[in-house]
C-alpha cells in the first residue's frame, strides 16, 4: 500500500525566515510528485511538480526536491511571508501500467507565518 | 482560460436523498479525478475517469457511489441515499491528455453536508 507523510503536521515560524517542509512516500516507483497549498475552505494549488527523472523544481521563492532512492521530497520556502499561512500537500502519483493515476496525498503540514 | 469548474460549492441534503456533483475540467482536458476530504483527514482518491471510460474506480465506496464522464457536458459524481458520513469535501481534478507528467489542476470543491 502506498503512503505519504508529511512533517511537521503545523509549523509556526516568525516572517522572514527559511523553512522546509518534509514529504516521505513508501513507493520509490513513483510516476511524479506535486506539492500543492490549500488555504482554509479552498480548494488546491499546484505549486510544484516533479517528475520522476527530475530531481529539483523551483518557482520564485519555493524549492522542491526529490529524491527516489530515499523516498524523500523537501519543499523548501525562502524569505516567508504571512501570505504563505496555509496548509500544504505533498501527493505522489504512481504509475498502475496504464499511466499515472491518482494521487495520493499527505495530510499536510499546517503552516503560520507570523507578522 | 477558465480553471476546473466545480457546481454546486454548497450542497445540504437530508438522509436518504441523492447528491449529483459536477466537474467542467479545465478547456483541453480530458482525463478528470475525484477526491474526498473528510473533516480531519487527508485528501482520499476516489475515482480517474477519461471521456465515456472509467479507468480506475478503486478509491470508490461499494455501494451509493457512482462517476460518469460523458462524452457532452461535465462529470457527475453521484451519491445515492446519502448518510451522514458523506459529509465532506468534495474535489474534481483534471490533466491533460497526452502529457507525460499528469500534472492535476483541482476545482474549488463541492462542500456536502447531509443533515
Known amino acids: 500500500k502506498q503512503e505519504v507523510t508529511q512533517i511537521p503536521a503545523a509549523l509556526s515560524v516568525p516572517e522572514g525566515e527559511n523553512l522546509v517542509l518534509n514529504c516521505s512516500f513508501t513507493?520509490?516507483?513513483?510516476?511524479?510528485l506535486q506539492w500543492f497549498r490549500q488555504d482554509p475552505g479552498k480548494g488546491l494549488t499546484s505549486l510544484l511538480l516533479?517528475?520522476?527523472?527530475?530531481r529539483e523544481q523551483t518557482s520564485g521563492r519555493l524549492n522542491a526536491s526529490l529524491d527516489k532512492s530515499s523516498g524523500r521530497s523537501t519543499l523548501y520556502i525562502a524569505a516567508s511571508q504571512p501570505g504563505d499561512s496555509a496548509t500544504y500537500l505533498c501527493?505522489?502519483?504512481?504509475?498502475?501500467?496504464?499511466?499515472?493515476?491518482?494521487?495520493?496525498f499527505g495530510k499536510g503540514t499546517h503552516l503560520i507565518i507570523q507578522p | 482560460n477558465a480553471g476546473v469548474m466545480q457546481n454546486p460549492r454548497h450542497l445540504v441534503r437530508r438522509r436518504g436523498q441523492e447528491a449529483r456533483l459536477r466537474c467542467s475540467p479545465m478547456?483541453?482536458?480530458?482525463?478528470v479525478y475525484w477526491y474526498r476530504q473528510l473533516p480531519e483527514e487527508g485528501l482520499k482518491f476516489m475515482v480517474y475517469?477519461?471521456?465515456?471510460?472509467?479507468?480506475?474506480e478503486s478509491g470508490m465506496p461499494k455501494e451509493r457511489f457512482s462517476a460518469e464522464f460523458p462524452k457532452e457536458g461535465p462529470s457527475i459524481l453521484r451519491i445515492q441515499q446519502v448518510v451522514r458520513g458523506d459529509s465532506a469535501a468534495y474535489f474534481c481534478?483534471?490533466?491533460?491528455?497526452?502529457?507525460?507528467?499528469?500534472?492535476?489542476?483541482f476545482g474549488p470543491g463541492t462542500r456536502l453536508t447531509v443533515l
Open positions: 478547456k483541453g482536458h480530458s482525463h
Open positions: 516533479i517528475q520522476s527523472s527530475q
Open positions: 513507493d520509490s516507483a513513483i510516476y511524479n
Open positions: 481534478a483534471s490533466s491533460a491528455a497526452g502529457y507525460s507528467y499528469n500534472e492535476q489542476f
Open positions: 501527493a505522489a502519483s504512481y504509475d498502475s501500467g496504464g499511466g499515472a493515476d491518482g494521487l495520493t
Open positions: 475517469l477519461q471521456k465515456e471510460n472509467i479507468i480506475d
